[in-house]
Each structure stands twice: as C-alpha cells, then as structure tokens.
T-cell receptor
Framework: GAVVSQHPSWVICKSGTSVKIECRSL??????MFWYRQFPKQSLMLMAT?????????EQGVEKDKFLINHASLTLSTLTVTSAHPEDSSFYIC???????????????FGPGTRLTVL | GENVEQHPSTLSVQEGDSAVIKCTYS??????FPWYKQELGKGPQLIID?????GEKKDQRIAVTLNKTAKHFSLHITETQPEDSAVYFC??????????FGSGTKLNVKP
C-alpha cells in the first residue's frame, strides 16, 4: 500500500514557540490531506482539510490562525502550531488519499503521527 | 454533520474466541465505512473497509457487515490472537471528503 510519513515523530518545545510538522505522501500524489488531533485514549478529531494549491478548510472550533496549514505540493502538507501552549500538547496525525490510481481508490493512508509536548 | 458512535469501549476476549465491535452513523449519505487498527504511539492502519453498495465483506479472519437501513456496521474478528490486541476505530465518510471516527474500542486478547 501507499506510505505516508510524518516528521518529526515527536517534538518537545517551550511555551510560546512555533512548531512545524510535515506530512508527506511518499509514493503517490495527494491533492487532499487531512490533519487530525488525538488526545490520550480518545478518538481522532478532524482539524482541517488541506488542499493542494488552495487554502485549508478548518473544522468548526479549530483556530486557523493558530494551526497554520500549507499544502505546497502534491506530496507535502505542513501543520504549524503557532505560539504553542501546554494545552496544544497532543498526538497529531495526517492522512492522505490517492486519486484512484494504482488500485488505491480513495483509501486513506495515515501517517505514523507526531507527539507534541509543550512545556 | 456526521456522528459516529462505537461500542463497546473495551472488549476482552480469550484467544481463539470471536470479537464483535459495532458502530452506528447518523448521515444516510455516508457511503464508505473503513475500520482502523491503532497500536500504541502509531497512526491508524486500515484493516478492512466496505462501501454502501455492499452488505458484507470478508478478508481472512476479519469481516465487516453493513446495514444501511439501520445505519450500522460491525467488525467481526474470528479466531482472535494476542497480536490482535489494539484499539480499533470505525469511521464513516461521504465520498471520501471527510472521515468521522468512532470513539474507539480497546480490544484485549488474553492468551
């Protein structure tokens, strides 16, 4: 199946700093990628839909100025947590879907996640 | 929007027994229902999925059933093994635009 990578796998930062998380589709092109947030022992909460070449679509209640999303190419989307605070500490997961080629018809492939800890 | 409910939240079975996890969804327009397995500290992995034009799908020890009228779908794992222990999530999607996840089921298979 297709592979989605995330970098870094974990990051620790000080309160007030910004952190960038990368999501890459390694062997397919993804016009759309999704960003999720997962708290311990809880489900995945969709934060935003990242669209290549256009602005991201944010879910209700998600601060777009705090969680900046850029989808600059068909294989890369980035999530930047700006002015991070301890309550932003969470597991951030991206997913990407192919466009129907290679037998992966719209299946969503998830990245391994990024553990963010804000001190 | 879509609301997906999942039960049970925890499930403990003896090795070799079967496990069933159930989900309900609210949006009748949802047409794609995947199941994911998530191990600690990792991203979800797709284990099986079903589309709304199919009532049942099976892949070795794993099967999924869908009842569109009742708006519920279930995951069935037979002959469970310790390595099946993980958290399982169901999800629903309309045309793959967004995926709404259930709350998760922690499956523990006792040797």
């Amino acid at each position: 199946g297709a592979v989605v990578s995330q970098h870094p796998s974990w990051v620790i930062c000080k309160s007030g700093t910004s952190v960038k998380i990368e999501c890459r589709s390694l062997d397919f092109q993804a016009t759309t990628m999704f960003w999720y947030r997962q708290f311990p022992k809880q489900s995945l909460m969709l934060m935003a839909t990242s669209n290549e070449g256009s602005k991201a679509t944010y879910e209700q209640g998600v601060e777009k100025d705090k969680f900046l999303i850029n989808h600059a190419s068909l294989t890369l989307s980035t999530l930047t947590v700006t002015s991070a605070h301890p309550e932003d500490s969470s597991f951030y997961i991206c997913s990407a879907g192919s466009t129907g080629t290679g037998g992966w018809d719209n299946e969503q492939f998830f990245g391994p996640g990024t553990r963010l800890t804000v001190l | 929007g879509e609301n997906v409910e999942q039960h049970p939240s925890t499930l403990s079975v003896q090795e070799g027994d079967s496990a069933v996890i159930k989900c309900t969804y609210s949006d009748s327009a949802s047409n794609y229902f995947p199941w994911y397995k998530q191990e600690l500290g990792k991203g979800p992995q797709l284990i099986i999925d079903i589309r709304s034009n199919v009532g049942e799908k099976k892949d070795q020890r794993i099967a999924v059933t869908l009842n569109k009228t009742a708006k519920h779908f279930s995951l069935h794992i037979t002959e469970t093994q310790p390595e099946d222990s993980a958290v399982y999530f169901c999800a629903a999607s309309k045309n793959f635009n967004k995926f709404y996840f259930g709350s998760g089921t922690k499956l523990n298979v006792k040797p």
